[in-house]
């Protein structure tokens, strides 16, 4: 007999929402398993955030998947993106901005003028302060990087389409929620935000199947 997919959701997180947020927790039985833990190369990690901003998640990956094989055993290195040239990095299908980006990141990374290994003992919004000198990275970024990189449990990101979506559909609004609203809802699942942004993209996904 297969396993719930709920299995991944602790059974205190689960009784969490159970107890503040019924209809969250009514759908983490529905979900795909996931996993919140820290990730071991956090510049690859922002390279991936920056190339699929404002793109599908899709579209993302499958640029993203082409940028890593530029590199030798595609592993991802600041010194070799910077040796490469504009209009190579633009081939793999990201925009002349992004390609920008991306070696400021790499050059302020080169320069110690941010130090990724540091960011673990940061709280959230100096991560974010640290992360947000970066050219093209934004808040939505630092809180994808704090959410998925640092494995941080308790982020909330009002700036992503998806996370705004699911809410809309899940508590059945008219419209998308404004911060107000959703800010409120999410209250309710302190200190677990980030496990209830997990849930609900993976109900948005596979509710538009």
Not at 109 to 121: A, F, G, H
Not at 127 to 133: Q, W
Request: glycine share 2%; charged share 30%; aromatic share 10%.
């Amino acid at each position: 007999m297969s396993l719930p997919y709920s299995i991944s959701v602790k059974p205190k997180i689960q009784e969490h929402f159970k107890k503040h947020d019924p209809a969250l927790h009514a759908i983490i039985a529905k979900i795909p398993k996931f996993e919140i833990k820290k990730s071991d190369d956090y510049f690859a990690d922002l390279c991936s955030h920056i190339i699929s901003q404002q793109l599908s998640i899709r579209v993302g990956e499958v640029i993203f998947t082409r940028f890593k094989n530029l590199f030798p055993k595609q592993e991802i290195v600041q010194q070799t993106l910077l040796k490469y040239d504009n209009e190579t990095l633009r081939k793999v299908g990201m925009s002349y901005t992004k390609v920008s980006y991306l070696k400021d990141l790499a050059q302020k990374i080169i320069t110690k003028e941010l130090n990724l290994s540091l960011l673990d003992e940061e709280t959230d919004e100096r991560v974010i302060e640290e992360l947000t000198k970066v050219k093209g990275i934004g808040k939505w970024t630092a809180e994808m990087f704090l959410m998925n990189s640092l494995a941080r449990k308790d982020v909330f990101s009002y700036g992503d389409l998806g996370i705004r979506k699911a809410i809309q559909k899940l508590y059945k609004l008219n419209n998308e929620p404004t911060q107000k609203q959703a800010e409120k809802i999410a209250k309710n699942w302190i200190p677990y935000r980030t496990y209830a942004c997990k849930i609900l993209w993976r109900y948005l996904a596979l509710a538009v199947k």
